[in-house]
C-alpha cells in the first residue's frame, strides 16, 4: 500500500510539475511575443531608435526568462532562439526592413513553437 501511494504521489508531482512548466512556458513566449509585434510595429512606422530599445528590452527580457528553461528544452532550439535574436538585433541597427521583419516572424514562430512542443498531450507522449 505504501509503494501505491508513493508511485502516485510521484505520478503526480509529475504531471503537476508539468503543467506548471508548460504554463511557465506559455506565459513568457506570449510575453516575447507581444514584445515582438511592438518591434515590427515600430519597424514598419520607421521608427528605428524605438525598435533598437525594443529589441534590447526583448534580448533582456529572454536572458532573464530563459534561466532555468535549458533544464527543460533542447539546448538546439535555445541556441537557434538565441541565434535569431542577434540577428533582428543586426537588422534592426543596419535598418533593414524586410529581413528584420522576416525574421522577427521566424523568432515568433519559434518561440510560440516551444509550449506546444513541450505540452503533455497524448500526441507528445506518444
Known amino acids: 500500500m505504501r509503494l501505491l501511494v508513493s508511485l502516485l504521489v510521484i505520478l503526480a508531482s ?15 513566449t506570449e510575453h516575447l511575443s507581444e514584445q515582438i509585434d511592438m518591434v515590427q510595429a515600430d519597424i514598419q512606422d520607421e521608427q528605428w531608435e524605438t525598435a533598437a530599445r525594443q529589441t534590447a528590452d526583448i534580448e ?17 532550439e535555445m541556441d537557434n532562439i538565441e541565434f535569431s535574436l542577434s ?7 543596419s535598418r533593414d526592413t524586410a529581413l ?17 512542443k513541450e505540452a503533455l498531450t497524448i500526441k507528445n507522449i506518444l
Open 60 to 76: 533582456k527580457y529572454w536572458t532573464k526568462s530563459a534561466r532555468w528553461w535549458p533544464v527543460f528544452l533542447d539546448h538546439q
Open 87 to 93: 540577428k533582428v538585433k543586426a537588422y534592426v541597427n
Open 100 to 116: 528584420a521583419l522576416g525574421q522577427l516572424e521566424e523568432l515568433k514562430l519559434m518561440l510560440k513553437h516551444i509550449p506546444e
Open 14 to 28: 509529475i504531471v503537476g510539475l508539468s503543467f506548471w512548466t508548460n504554463d511557465s512556458l506559455q506565459s513568457s
